[in-house]
């Protein structure tokens, strides 16, 4: 991460080819306000194709931030496409946290949270339909039996 131009940052993200993603999950708290929709974020990419030397530029778009006065608006959900890389972004952390739980001797716990955040994702999937979403709560799943059987073959059960 560079600083660029003013108060704006530059993130390089390398390499991408094409059809494959990289996501970037943000976040910064911002002072009360009088409702209305703001300015939050201005977003731009750059790219450069290997057999031009010349920059090209997507046109600016910007991210609003909306304060209102409705207190129903706390209990919505943010958007799905959101929400689902959140989740997705999460599971690493999540799996580096249970890692820590289980060599302080907190197996239940380290279970418990791992399943919790796989029912999360597989709750989003079905309702969603992502298949994404699916294959990473399917294998959250499988690292949640693995360990398990690893448990109980240590303990002399099977």
């Given at each position: 991460?560079?600083?660029?131009?003013g108060n704006s940052l530059l993130l390089k993200l390398g390499k991408i080819k094409t059809g494959q993603r990289k996501f970037i999950g943000l976040?910064?708290?911002?002072?009360?306000?009088?409702?209305?929709?703001?300015e939050a974020l201005s977003l731009q990419w750059k790219y450069k194709k290997p057999t031009v030397e010349r920059v090209r530029e997507l046109p600016v778009k910007v991210l609003e931030l909306e304060y209102a006065h409705h207190?129903?608006?706390?209990?919505?959900?943010?958007c799905f496409y959101v929400e689902k890389h959140l989740e997705l972004l999460k599971t690493a952390d999540k799996v580096k946290e249970a890692?820590?739980?289980?060599?302080?001797?907190?197996?239940?716990?380290?279970?418990?949270?791992?399943?919790?955040?796989?029912?999360k994702m597989l709750l989003l999937a079905v309702r969603s339909g992502d298949p994404l979403l699916l294959k990473e709560a399917?294998?959250?799943y499988k690292q949640i039996g693995l360990e398990h059987q690893q448990r109980s073959k240590a303990a002399g059960g099977i």
């Open positions: 991460m560079e600083a660029g131009e976040e910064f708290t911002a002072s009360s306000s009088v409702a209305g929709k703001y207190t129903r608006i706390l209990s919505d959900t943010c890692e820590a739980l289980r060599s302080k001797g907190q197996h239940s716990e380290a279970h418990e949270m791992l399943n919790r955040h796989a029912d399917e294998m959250l």
